[in-house]
C-alpha cells in the first residue's frame, strides 16, 4: 500500500485501456494547461519512485492550486501513477 492512500480507493486494478483513457487526459489537460503530471524518477537507477500531480484548486480558499502525489515506501512497494 502506497503511504498516505492507505484509505484512498486508489490505485485501483483499471484495465490497460482504462489506464491509457487515464493517461491522455493527463496529457490533454498538460497540453491545454489544465493540469500538470510529472513522473518522479530515482535519479540513480531512473526508476518510476513517484508523481506528482498540479491542478487548480475547486476548494473555496485563498489557494489557487493544489498538488497531489504519491511515492514509493521501498524498492518492493508498487507505485501506479500515469502522466505525461
Known amino acids: 500500500m502506497t ?7 486508489w490505485p485501483d486494478d483499471r484495465s490497460l485501456v482504462d489506464n491509457l483513457r487515464d493517461l491522455q487526459a ?13 513522473t518522479v524518477l ?3 537507477t531512473s526508476d518510476v519512485i513517484g508523481c506528482v500531480y498540479i491542478y487548480p484548486t475547486t476548494a473555496s480558499s485563498t ?3 493544489c498538488s497531489r502525489g504519491c511515492g514509493r515506501a521501498g524498492p518492493s512497494s508498487t507505485c501506479s501513477c500515469g502522466g505525461p
Open 3 to 9: 503511504p498516505g492512500w492507505e484509505t484512498s480507493s
Open 26 to 38: 493527463h496529457a490533454d489537460d498538460f497540453e491545454n494547461r489544465k493540469g500538470f503530471t510529472y
Open 42 to 44: 530515482d535519479p540513480a
Open 63 to 65: 489557494m489557487r492550486v
